[in-house]
């Protein structure tokens, strides 16, 4: 899917591409006398008009954009198999220059022992002809991958929204229009269906079943706080003055909700702060509500998951009725009485019973605080949504760690072939055999790393999500404190859920390695109540500080 779309964006970038600048355009190099008669005239113009005098640019603004949409381009997953292409390439022809330069270097060390035979400095000189050109091709074919690789990299790199983590989403505007365009509408649920569908046949909860309309408030309640994350500077600085005993309220974030840049974005605004110019922004979509919503009737279940990316309801919440079941029994809910009619209106509805829909079934009412732990497990699964997450792991499962390992499988193999050619291809194939499982142990160990770095990022994005709608974000600290981590409660598939947890083909060991190497041996329960632990002091900080700034501000005044 993503290399057919990538190849027809080449296309479309090649059909609209500016035309080559002629050669004749280009300036003289100006020599030393010319540029101290420039500098002097720059000085004089300088002192006598100081206020009009400008640098002047050998180059259009214009003339970069070239570069910006090379840069663009090379936003996509193609540009990592581009990258590997190039190193295949490479290391074919650089075993035969190496060697072709050892037998050069050979003769002529031998040459100099036999100084003054007739012909002998042409051929020297022949020789070393051959391997300045070959040096060149050598260090061509070494840096051009490296070069692709390097700044297909660089133009992928963008901030997370509200965090401000650094982060690589390796596909290009394109690819991700097309994953969106195939989750929206009734995409999301044919795809969660088959997600679901690989554990036992789902059965799903009627949208008429008050249980589902209680997630399904919530959840539309969440959703309007969002649009107030792209702007939270203009909203009623009212969090400078909470108290110690109000509910905890974040101050504007430093990345506030923008719309993701395309390849080139960055590029261009650095381009435009060096050449002074102005360029139009690239217009990108940004994935917002309402969010699809499926709840499973599957009692032993407690957990949620989220899922896609996209507008038009291509990202969406999966929330198990075990979750639900949970909480209400540990708040129990209130009982709703039927609803008294008067007199009239039986009469009337016993009249015209046709004309009247039937009265409502009375329900149990949740309490606030059963809602309270209902709206942090949504918040949590709506930050994966609003921070693009899976987008994220998309990228590097897909095409970055397989990308990096396939070329650094290329090279070791290219390393070995002068010993496994004795061999026979049995050997070559088995070191190429190995160098895909060992694709596949990076791949998972990425997975790992990335999930615990993107569950801790949703945990400090949802406690603003709660604080925006009205709930007290420190009720999150007791949830996650109050949850064990089972295959029931597990942020996936129960199935899933409980093949990690058992550890089968050996998948518990790549979470003990990741929390080693993201700095942590504790459970992710722990780690995160710390992290959020950590983020509410960071905003009590952030707003002793304003509140310093605001007071010194007014005695200056």
């Known amino acids: 899917m993503l290399r057919s779309l990538s190849r027809s964006s080449r296309v479309q970038h090649a059909a609209h591409a500016p035309s080559a600048r002629p050669l004749h355009s280009f300036s003289a190099v100006p020599t030393r006398a010319v540029r101290r008669q420039a500098d002097a005239l720059a000085g004089r113009a300088s002192k006598d008009h100081p206020h009009s005098f400008r640098h002047f640019h050998a180059t259009r603004t214009n003339q970069g954009l070239p570069v910006l949409a090379l840069l663009g381009a090379l936003k996509a997953s193609t540009a990592i198999q581009a990258a590997q292409t190039l190193a ?62 390097w ?20 596909l290009s505007p394109e690819e991700e229009d097309e994953i969106s365009a195939q989750l929206a509408g009734s995409g999301w649920y044919h ?47 009212s969090w400078l003055e909470r108290g110690s005993d109000d509910k ?35 217009p990108h979509a940004v994935p917002g509500p309402p969010y699809s919503l499926i709840v499973v009737d599957k009692p032993g279940s407690s957990n949620a998951f989220s899922y896609g990316f996209g507008p038009d309801g291509a990202g969406g919440i999966v929330v198990y009725s075990g979750f639900l079941d949970e909480v209400l029994a540990k708040h129990p809910p209130l009982r709703a009485l039927p609803q008294a009619s008067s007199f009239g209106t039986s009469f009337l509805r016993n009249l015209f019973s ?45 095409v970055v760690i397989p990308g990096v390992s396939s070329m650094l499988a290329d090279v070791a193999r290219t390393l070995l072939f002068p010993f496994t050619m004795f061999f026979g ?56 404190q109050s949850r064990a981590e089972t295959p029931q409660t597990a942020e996936c598939s129960p199935t899933k859920a409980e093949r990690e947890m058992k550890g089968d083909d050996g998948i518990h060991q790549y979470g003990k390695i990741a929390m ?20 509410f002091e960071r905003w009590n900080i952030e707003r002793r500080k304003k509140r310093k700034v605001r007071e010194d501000g007014v005695t200056q005044s």
């Open 151 to 170: 700044a297909a990299i660089l133009a992928s790199l963008e901030r997370t929204p509200l965090t401000g983590r650094w982060r690589l989403i390796l």
């Open 354 to 398: 046709a004309l009247f829909s039937p009265p409502p079934p009375p329900h149990p009412i949740p309490t606030a605080e059963a809602t309270t732990e209902l709206a942090v497990l949504l918040s949590h699964e709506l930050a994966h949504l609003i921070l693009s997450h899976h987008l994220e792991t998309l990228s590097s499962s897909n």
């Open 248 to 282: 905890p309220f974040p101050p504007p974030a430093d990345y506030p909700l923008r719309p993701r840049p395309r390849g080139a974005e960055y590029v261009r605004m650095f381009y435009d702060t060096m050449v002074d110019g102005k360029a139009p922004p690239v």
């Open 88 to 149: 295949r390439v490479a290391l074919t022809f650089v075993p035969f220059i190496v060697i072709k330069n050892h037998k050069s270097r050979r003769f002529l060390k031998a040459a100099a022992r036999m100084d003054g035979r007739p012909g002998l400095e042409e051929r020297k000189e022949m020789v070393l002809k051959r391997m300045r050109n070959a040096t060149l091709i050598f260090r061509l074919l070494v840096f051009a991958p490296i070069a692709v690789f």
């Open 191 to 237: 795809a969660v269906g088959e997600i679901l569908s690989q554990e036992s046949p789902p059965t799903l909860l009627s949208p008429d079943d008050w249980r589902y309309e209680w997630v399904r408030s919530t959840l539309r309640h969440l959703e309007q706080t969002v649009p107030a994350l792209s702007n939270e500077h203009a909203l009623n600085p």
């Open 425 to 480: 291809p049995f050997v070559n194939d088995a070191v190429a055999r190995i160098g895909k499982v060992g694709s596949g142990d990076l791949a998972r160990l990425g997975e790992y790393c990335n999930s615990m770095k993107q569950e801790i990022e949703a945990d400090v994005v949802s406690v603003r999500l709660l604080a925006h709608a009205g709930y007290d974000p420190q009720a999150a600290i007791s949830f996650w």
């Open 516 to 535: 080693l190497m993201t700095g942590s041996a504790h459970p992710q329960n722990q780690v995160r109540v710390g992290k959020l632990k950590e983020e």
